[in-house]
């Protein structure tokens, strides 16, 4: 029995390890270790942070001093929704019956050791439609789109470097940063009149925390108060990095090569927003590497979150807007899950991501710091407060009107 229950305990242990390792928010991994446990005739509880993971666990029924504690030291997660939906799979087959805990172990050792569903090519491709992509739904002109795609490959090989060197981990936000802004102030003098701050930051979109902020803000509303605050103050330094790299960059760059000119007023058609929502949606399921059978619906999330944000939008302001948009994807999501029965993440984060105001945030910084706007947008901080606030409270309402019926 003694053997039985650690085997049990290392189950879990090794499961919250891992959907923490692929970016489960805290409010639903600490739920998801709950029901696992419970399934396995286990109690406790669990406090889950970016950087810790506590378990207190004890048979159920058993004496008050019978518990098993164990704490680890983990990473923050990166988003890997294809092992994230693996996972939830395997852990279904195991409360179904179908597998038996030692297979269910098996399977977990298996999932971890497998790479992205996606090769570097793939990769490499998705990068270059992020970066052109988000310069389309900005307005650029189509010289902008072309340079954000080309300096969007290099932001991918300072990331497939990083995945091979911790030196390069440890800085990659402001090295990719201050290359890109250097490279782009040259660009500038051989394109005159591009929108060389669009460039920069549609090479570097990746980056933006926007979305770990939205999950750190609906962690806070979800009262996870220690894994919210830390994740956002997580992603505020990322973002301040980014923002110092950049202006390193730029002030190289004029060195080298001297004050850029004027930026055009030419911009790409209105309906190219349409193509450009498509792509980003793609794009984004690659990255976060969605399996392919899953990543069309992703996709779809992404348009109908944009869809329904900007009919609302106009008709009714940004942040019913945005409040609507999320909403929308958030019932598509529930009821994905119980169509599918997979984690609403796999379509969620998708589709949410094109709502989430990280990259005005950034402007901001650039306005506050410079008192220069590249994008005409007034109050920008406000407004992506605001925006936050719309996103996490659509969510939650979505939650209460289509209730999921998994944790994840």
């Not at 055009?264 to 929502?277: E, G, I, K, Q």
Request: aromatic share 10%.
């Amino acid at each position: 029995m003694a053997l039985s229950f650690k085997q049990q305990c290392s189950f879990v242990i090794k499961l919250g390890e891992m959907l923490h390792k692929y970016g489960t928010p805290a409010f639903r991994l600490e739920a998801h270790l709950k029901t696992v446990a419970s399934h396995l005739d286990l109690d406790g509880y669990f406090l889950v942070s970016p950087t810790t993971l506590t378990y207190c666990l004890w048979v159920e029924g058993a004496p008050d001093d019978d518990v098993y504690n164990y704490s680890m030291r983990v990473k923050p997660g990166d988003l890997d929704l294809a092992s994230l939906a693996r996972t939830d799979i395997l852990v279904s087959e195991l409360v179904a019956g179908k597998c038996t805990l030692e297979e269910a172990k098996a399977g977990l050792k298996e999932i971890e050791s497998a790479g992205s569903p996606y090769s570097e090519l793939v990769t490499l491709f998705a990068f270059i439609l992020l970066g052109s992509a988000f310069s389309m739904l900005m307005r650029g002109s189509w010289n902008d789109v072309l340079w954000a795609g080309t300096l969007s490959m290099l932001v991918y090989v300072f990331v497939a470097w990083a995945n091979r060197s911790h030196r390069v981990s440890s800085m990659l936000e402001p090295l990719a940063a201050t290359v890109v802004a250097v490279l782009a102030v040259g660009i500038t003098r051989l394109d005159p009149g591009i929108n060389q701050p669009l460039i920069v930051l549609s090479s570097i979109i990746i980056f933006i925390p926007g979305l770990s902020l939205a999950m750190g803000f609906r962690e806070l509303a979800a009262r996870e108060l220690i894994s919210g605050t830390a994740r956002i103050m997580d992603s505020l330094m990322v973002l301040f990095k980014l923002y110092f790299g950049t202006v390193l960059g730029v002030a190289i760059g004029v060195l080298l090569w001297g004050e850029t000119l004027p930026v055009d007023d030419f911009h790409v058609p209105l309906w190219t927003v349409w193509p450009a929502v498509l792509l980003l949606a793609g794009g984004l399921s690659v990255v976060f590497k969605a399996r392919l059978v899953d990543a069309p619906w992703g996709v779809a999330a992404g348009v109908l979150a944009y869809a329904v944000s900007t009919v609302v939008t106009t008709a009714w302001g940004t942040t019913l807007g945005a409040f609507l948009g999320a909403f929308a994807v958030g019932a598509y999501a529930n009821l994905f899950a119980r169509w599918r029965n997979l984690p609403a993440a796999v379509v969620t984060l998708p589709g949410i991501v094109v709502l989430v105001p990280g990259s005005k945030l950034y402007v901001g910084l650039d306005d506050v710091i410079s008192s220069k706007q590249f994008l005409s947008v007034d109050n920008i901080g406000v407004q992506s407060f605001l925006l936050f606030m719309s996103l996490v409270a659509g969510l939650v309402f979505a939650s209460a009107v289509v209730e999921p019926r998994k944790s994840l």
